[in-house]
């Protein structure tokens, strides 16, 4: 079964970090790009972050820029998401998601999500 | 960036009745544009690719139309199984970027 398993999630003070995991099964991990897109309480989806299948190429939200690092372990079918300086419009629920192949397909599989809270 | 405008936000409907979506992108995108399905507490699920090939495993009556600026997700005759939110979503150039969301609930 193809599967995405996020984990690391938590309650964090405002200007702490965070490590996020997103464990992948299922399928060839090395051959897709990843990425990470979240959501706010009561609110839309936001991407957050991509990484090519050979860490090659890897792109962010201006609203995370600088903040955050994408990586990824093809080795150990992991992908990453370090969160340093985390403001209260961190919180969310963060999902790793799969690029579809061709990437112009959309996202095609997703994690059940891992929450993020930003409180003090 | 890519701004995305769904519409409408939200949307009462009976089950059979033919519900669609309009997604409409700030500038030209191709076609590089995908449908997805939300449940409350749920991940969102893709249910159309590349503006109107549907993902396998998902009902025919879901389909998707439109190129450029312009977007349509239709729903030929909605089941109780279908009251979800729906977005849109650009693939055409970073950053990527989300319809705001259509929410459709029942009458």
């Known amino acids: 079964e193809v599967q995405l398993v996020e984990s690391g999630g938590g309650l964090v003070q405002p200007g702490g970090s965070l490590r996020l995991s997103c464990a992948a099964s299922g399928f060839t991990f090395s051959s897709y790009n990843m990425n990470w897109v979240r959501q706010a309480p009561g609110k839309g989806l936001e991407w957050v972050s991509f990484?090519?299948?050979?860490?090659?190429?890897?792109y962010y939200a201006d609203s995370v820029k600088g903040r955050f690092t994408i990586s990824r372990d093809n080795a150990k079918n992991s992908l990453y998401l370090q969160m340093n300086s985390l403001r209260d419009e961190d919180t969310a629920v963060y999902y790793c998601?799969?690029?579809?192949?061709?990437?112009?397909?959309?996202?095609?599989?997703w994690g059940q999500g891992t929450t993020v809270t930003v409180s003090s | 960036d890519i701004q995305l405008t769904q519409s409408p936000s939200f949307l009462s409907a009976s089950v059979g009745d033919r519900v669609t979506i309009t997604c409409r992108a700030s500038q030209g995108i191709n076609s590089y544009l995908a449908w997805y399905q939300q449940k409350p507490g749920k991940a969102p699920k893709l249910l159309i690719s590349a503006a109107f090939t549907l993902q396998s495993g998902v009902p025919s009556r879901f389909s998707g139309s439109g190129s450029g600026t312009e977007f349509t997700l239709t729903i030929s005759s909605l089941q109780p199984e279908d009251f979800a939110t729906y977005y849109c979503?650009?693939?055409?150039?970073?950053?990527?970027?989300f319809g705001g969301g259509t929410k459709v609930e029942i009458k």
């Open positions: 990484i090519s299948s050979s860490s090659s190429i890897i």
């Open positions: 979503q650009q693939l055409n150039s970073y950053p990527l970027t």
């Open positions: 998601a799969r690029s579809a192949l061709p990437y112009y397909y959309g996202m095609d599989v």
